[in-house]
């Protein structure tokens, strides 16, 4: 079993910067990526950036790309995410999670994932 823990999210004017942090314990060599995916009131869990432990690869979605910046500390088993330019439609609970499987879609969808964080609600005041 891996455990999450994410931290970081609170209240943030439009424009604003905020770095969550998600740790990992347990198992975590058997993971081979990390996650972040959101979820605001109303909507379905979205995808917001992902990275992959052996070599660092990156991918992110759209509406993050160029603001929002995920990074990772080995010697940690921690995972953070820098979000600049905040908007409001950032609000949400974000989600650290882990996968301990191949990714055959790049770790871009929920169900490449295995462990799952209790989530670090983010709200962006416009």
């Known amino acids: 079993q891996v455990q999450l823990v994410e931290s970081g999210g609170r209240l943030v004017q439009a424009g604003g910067s905020l770095r969550l942090s998600c740790a990992a314990s347990?198992?975590?060599?058997?993971?081979?990526?990390m996650g972040w995916f959101r979820q605001a009131p109303g909507k379905e869990r979205e995808f917001v950036a992902t990275i992959r432990w052996s070599d660092g690869r990156i991918y992110y979605a759209d509406s993050v790309k160029g603001r929002f910046t995920i990074s990772r500390d080995n010697a940690k088993n921690t995972v953070y995410l820098q979000m600049n330019s905040l908007k409001f439609e950032d609000t949400a609970v974000y989600y650290c999670?882990?996968?301990?499987?191949?990714?055959?879609?790049?770790?871009?969808?929920?169900?490449?994932?295995?462990?799952w964080g209790q989530g670090t609600q983010v709200t962006v005041s416009s």
């Open positions: 347990g198992r975590t060599f058997s993971t081979v990526a």
């Open positions: 999670a882990a996968g301990a499987r191949y990714q055959y879609f790049g770790g871009r969808y929920s169900h490449e994932y295995d462990y």
